[in-house]
């Protein structure tokens, strides 16, 4: 079984769900073999991708980390407006496992600390309508901040590639330049109290992980509702979604949805107060 995965690292941790389902031996197309790296009776395919991140990743690892791909059936992965699991289901033609991830061992960072995504903008592939409005974000790591949190914000910021849009949100601590390799970025989502930001990798990585997040969603709801990209009977008694009033379920990537939120200050607040039980 020959698997043409997803190359997105939020799209690699929906699909560990359904890969470790298979018993036959496999073959996986992916950027990030570090989220494989605890099922040894998967082998891995080098993918072609002019993508940064995934790039950068994939030059981390030697040549001879790939295995060649042989001949055999394909399985295509791949998801529309039917959301995330019932696309990845159609794909591999089964149901899916339990979201998890590997053992990254321990967080780079000590003590009790928050996890901040601040909201970027990535050149190569924007999806400026999918941000939440950045205010948002960052009044939720003031918050979390005044309550004595420790708040690290994590990005890969590159001039002309990636920046980020302000306000930022404050921090005790960035790695705002890709400092952390994808198993050390991990590690710190694995031993966070909490995660903030808007839709992306965070929301599975939290789900797998078990850790409670704050998901502050934008637009583009067509593709980014939360009920499209999460499933019944996932771990998310500890996912919060705050939606604006008047979600746009457009489908754009450039579009000016209305991303206000009225009462996101009781939200948040309300979110706060309850962390300690959810941890």
Same mark, same amino acid.
């Given at each position: 079984?020959?698997?043409?995965?997803?190359?997105?690292?939020?799209?690699?941790?929906?699909?560990?769900?359904?890969?470790?389902? &298979? !018993?036959?031996?496999?073959?996986?197309?992916?950027?990030?073999?570090?989220?494989?790296?605890?099922?040894?009776? /998967?082998h891995?395919?080098?993918?072609?991708?002019? /993508?940064? %991140?995934?790039?950068?990743?994939?030059?981390?690892?030697?040549?001879?980390?790939?295995?060649?791909?042989?001949?055999?059936?394909?399985?295509?992965?791949?998801?529309?407006?039917?959301?995330?699991?019932?696309?990845?289901?159609?794909?591999?033609?089964?149901?899916?496992?339990?979201?998890?991830?590997?053992? &990254?061992?321990? =967080?780079?960072?000590?003590?009790?600390?928050?996890v901040?995504r601040?909201? %970027?903008?990535?050149?190569?592939?924007r999806?400026?309508?999918?941000?939440?409005?950045?205010?948002?974000?960052?009044?939720a790591? @003031?918050?979390?901040?005044?309550?004595?949190? !420790?708040?690290?914000?994590?990005?890969?910021?590159?001039?002309?590639?990636?920046?980020?849009?302000?306000?930022?949100?404050?921090?005790?601590?960035?790695?705002?330049?890709?400092?952390?390799?994808?198993? !050390?970025?991990? @590690?710190?989502?694995?031993?966070?109290?909490?995660v903030?930001?808007?839709? $992306?990798?965070?929301? =599975?990585?939290?789900?797998?992980?078990?850790? =409670?997040?704050?998901?502050?969603?934008? $637009?583009?709801? $067509?593709?980014?509702?939360?009920?499209?990209? %999460?499933?019944?009977?996932?771990?998310?008694?500890?996912?919060?979604?705050?939606?604006?009033?008047?979600?746009?379920?457009?489908?754009?990537?450039?579009?000016?949805?209305?991303?206000?939120?009225?009462?996101?200050?009781? !939200?948040?607040?309300?979110?706060?107060?309850?962390? =300690?039980?959810?941890?």
């Open positions: 079984m020959i698997i043409h995965g997803m190359k997105g690292l939020g799209d690699n941790i929906y699909q560990r769900a359904f890969i470790r389902q &298979f !018993r036959e031996e496999t073959w996986l197309e992916t950027p990030w073999p570090e989220l494989y790296q605890d099922l040894p009776s /998967l891995l395919i080098r993918p072609d991708t002019r /993508l940064r %991140t995934q790039l950068k990743n994939l030059q981390r690892h030697p040549a001879d980390r790939w295995e060649r791909r042989p001949r055999g059936q394909v399985i295509q992965v791949a998801y529309g407006r039917e959301g995330i699991f019932p696309g990845m289901a159609r794909s591999f033609r089964r149901v899916p496992g339990v979201m998890d991830l590997p053992d &990254f061992g321990p =967080p780079p960072v000590d003590g009790a600390y928050v901040v601040p909201v %970027t903008v990535r050149a190569e592939w999806a400026d309508s999918r941000n939440p409005l950045p205010e948002y974000v960052a009044q790591a @003031a918050e979390m901040r005044r309550r004595g949190y !420790r708040v690290v914000s994590v990005a890969d910021l590159e001039d002309g590639k990636e920046w980020a849009l302000d306000p930022l949100p404050p921090a005790d601590q960035q790695f705002h330049a890709g400092e952390l390799p994808v198993e !050390r970025l991990l @590690a710190l989502v694995q031993g966070a109290a909490a903030i930001g808007g839709i $992306g990798w965070i929301l =599975p990585a939290c789900i797998a992980a078990r850790v =409670p997040a704050l998901i502050v969603c934008g $637009g583009q709801g $067509g593709f980014n509702a939360p009920e499209l990209i %999460t499933s019944p009977g996932m771990y998310l008694s500890r996912i919060e979604f705050v939606v604006p009033d008047n979600f746009c379920r457009c489908t754009q990537k450039q579009h000016d949805c209305d991303k206000r939120i009225a009462n996101y200050d009781q !939200r948040l607040a309300g979110w706060a107060d309850r962390l =300690p039980a959810l941890v």
